[in-house]
Nanobody, 115 residues
Framework: QVQLVESGGGLVQAGGSLRLSCAAS????????MAWYRQAPGKQRGLVAL???????NYADSVKGRFTISRDNAKNTVYLQMDSLKPEDTGVYYC?????????WGQGTQVTVSE
């Protein structure tokens, strides 16, 4: 069973950058679609970005051109580079693995963007 551990969250001013990491253990992720989700206060969890096992990517419209998802299969890690952050990017960011329809989640990392 895979364990996913997110890191890299924090408090940043609008316009700043953060890089989130999701380190996987217990199972390799190279054959899985990996994704980042975000849950803002009072809102449902929503997809931010995903990357397929072949490296294809997809982004929520709200983050296109600002966020970049990547993976390093040798390190069993997925990243989310977040640039030009906005206050509406605030939330808990969760790493997700989808392996043949079975979803696994990390514990989340808080990102807070101030005005």
């Amino acid at each position: 069973q895979v364990q996913l551990v997110e890191s890299g969250g924090g408090l940043v001013q609008a316009g700043g950058s953060l890089r989130l990491s999701c380190a996987a253990s217990g199972s390799i992720i190279s054959s899985s679609t990996m994704a980042w989700y975000r849950q803002a206060p009072g809102k449902q969890r929503g997809l931010v970005a995903l990357i397929t096992r072949l490296g294809g990517t997809n982004y929520a419209d709200s983050v296109k051109g600002r966020f970049t998802i990547s993976r390093d299969n040798a390190k069993n890690t997925v990243y989310l580079q977040m640039d030009s952050l906005k206050p509406e990017d605030t939330g808990v960011y969760y790493c997700n693995r989808n392996y043949y329809g079975v979803a696994s989640w990390g514990q989340g990392t808080q990102v807070t963007v101030s005005e």
